[in-house]
């Protein structure tokens, strides 16, 4: 079926770069430990590299330069256009409760817009700890290159934070994907990767979201109705 237009493209290589940068962040931040040469990555062929504190480093550095880049992009491009769309709202925390309640009884979901609630509180979950590590991060990394001498509080709090924060956003990850098991949120994959999301599943999960809703139904209208469209 022809889907409806959810994700633009710009939001599509936004997240894949998000995604990437997290991933490459949590791999090269665990170099900076003894933790692959202990378990001997180091021995893979193409992963001596990981035993090297240097270069994990600078990769590290590297990440998180790209992680900022694209979050200052992201806020800038929406603020830009006015799309708020993924920011949480009043009712959100109840109706994700709902919605989540609904999926394992079975029973039927309050309606949608744009973003499920879940979705509108796991973005801004993941976008404070995202805020949290890069601010300490800069810290660490000032003082790491410059030699800048901050207060002991400063350091110990900024580490402590920053370890916070990574097991924090590991969480966040893993909700993210987990949510993933539950089919009806399966339909929401093709709009990440591709930009569109099923015609039918907009009109019945996410009739609150005007302009999604009114495409889908002229594409349900196109395809002979209601009935012919949407009978799986």
């Known amino acids: 079926m022809k889907g409806v237009n959810r994700q633009p493209l710009s939001n599509r290589i936004v997240h894949a770069l998000t995604a990437i940068s997290i991933f490459a962040l949590f791999f090269t931040g665990l170099g900076q430990m003894p933790v692959y040469k202990r378990y001997m990555l180091t021995e893979v062929p193409g992963f001596a590299w990981?035993?090297?504190?240097t270069i994990t480093l600078w990769w590290h550095y590297f990440f998180g330069v790209i992680l900022?880049?694209?979050?200052?992009y992201h806020v800038t491009y929406h603020f830009m256009r006015k799309e708020f769309d993924i920011v949480p709202k009043k009712g959100?925390?109840?109706?994700?409760?709902?919605?989540?309640?609904?999926?394992?009884?079975?029973?039927?979901?309050p309606p949608s817009e744009k973003y499920l609630p879940e979705q509108r509180l796991g973005y801004a979950f993941i976008a404070f700890w995202i805020v949290v590590m890069v601010i300490t991060?800069?810290?660490?990394?000032?003082?790491?290159?410059n030699g800048f001498d901050f207060s002991?509080?400063?350091?110990?709090?900024?580490a402590q934070l920053h370890n916070l924060g990574f097991f924090m956003l590991i969480l966040g990850?893993?909700?993210?994907?987990a949510a993933f098991l539950f089919k009806p949120n399966r339909q929401l994959l093709p709009g990440m990767l591709?930009?569109?999301?099923s015609a039918c599943y907009v009109k019945f999960?996410?009739?609150?979201?005007?302009?999604?809703?009114?495409e889908a139904e002229k594409i349900i209208q196109k395809l002979g109705g209601e009935k012919k469209a949407c009978k799986d």
């Open 205 to 214: 999960r996410h009739p609150l979201w005007k302009e999604g809703k009114q």
């Open 50 to 53: 990981t035993g090297d504190y």
């Open 92 to 109: 959100d925390l109840k109706d994700s409760w709902l919605v989540i309640k609904a999926m394992f009884t079975g029973k039927e979901e």
């Open 137 to 145: 991060g800069l810290i660490k990394t000032i003082k790491n290159v």
């Open 152 to 158: 002991h509080g400063v350091l110990f709090w900024s």
């Open 194 to 197: 591709w930009g569109k999301v």
């Open 68 to 72: 900022i880049a694209v979050g200052v």
């Open 173 to 177: 990850v893993f909700g993210h994907l």
